[in-house]
């Protein structure tokens, strides 16, 4: 069962443009909505992460849109760069127990020139 | 600093062989954490150790898969009796300490293929 669902698949903005990532999740007990940024060949970095008393956060170019009423989160990315051309995870955790995140399917980011 | 480290980057193996795969989490990092993640799919959740012992093995898939972590530090991934399945990136990761809010780090993985 896929208790964290992210759309969409794959992405492709132009330079400049805003790339945008949603999320929902089904378990109401989900309280803590990191995201992650994985280059290929590397591991997954953490990049924002969101606590639901909140409904946004951001942090530079990077945004975190929180909807509890509606279990879903959105990544925006303002002024996408290709640097930021990755593949972009959201995840959820569970308060007591010892944050063990349950990861999207992920969103491929192309940035184009 | 280190980040979290990964041996051997990749490793290719026979059906039925006995695997084991290293992680050297950032050094006073109390929590650890194994995942593995298939290709085209986010990380899943394997287990995770509080200091030396497994404090949630619930992601382990079935008894072949096993984990120790003897002193605390370094962790090792063992997987006996290999399968195709079994072919994945198995990643580590590790936090100051584990809670939530805690941020994990990971390594860049160990890519197993079972032929």
């Known amino acids: 069962q896929q208790q964290v669902k992210q759309s969409p698949q794959s992405l492709i903005v132009q330079k400049g443009g805003i790339s945008i990532i949603n999320c929902a999740y089904e378990?109401?007990?989900?309280?803590?909505f990191p995201w992650y940024q994985q280059f290929p060949g590397k591991g997954p970095a953490l990049l924002i992460a969101?606590?639901?008393?909140?409904s946004e956060k951001k942090e530079g170019r990077f945004t975190i849109s929180f909807n509890k009423s509606a279990k879903q989160f959105s990544l925006h990315i303002m002024d996408s760069q290709p640097g930021d051309s990755a593949t972009y995870f959201c995840?959820?955790?569970?308060?007591?127990?010892?944050?063990?995140?349950?990861f999207g399917t992920g969103t491929r980011l192309q940035v184009t020139l | 600093g280190a980040g979290v480290s990964q041996t051997p980057s990749n490793k290719v193996t026979e059906k039925g062989k006995y695997v084991e795969l290293r992680c050297d989490p950032i050094?006073?990092?109390?929590?650890l954490y194994w995942y593995r993640q298939s290709l085209g799919q986010g990380p899943e959740f394997l287990i995770y150790?509080?200091?030396?012992?497994?404090?949630?093995d619930s992601g382990l898939p079935n008894d072949r898969f096993f984990a120790v972590r003897p002193e605390g530090s370094v962790s090792t991934l063992k997987i006996q009796r290999t399968e195709r399945g079994d072919s994945a990136v198995y990643l580590c990761?590790?936090?100051?300490?584990?809670?939530?809010?805690?941020?994990?780090?990971f390594g860049p993985g160990t890519r197993l293929l079972v032929l």
């Open positions: 150790f509080q200091g030396t012992g497994a404090a949630d």
């Open positions: 050094s006073g990092h109390t929590a």
């Open positions: 990761a590790s936090s100051l300490r584990a809670g939530v809010g805690e941020t994990q780090y």
């Open positions: 378990n109401t007990a989900f309280d803590y």
């Open positions: 969101i606590r639901p008393d909140v």
């Open positions: 995840a959820a955790s569970i308060a007591g127990t010892a944050s063990k995140l349950t």
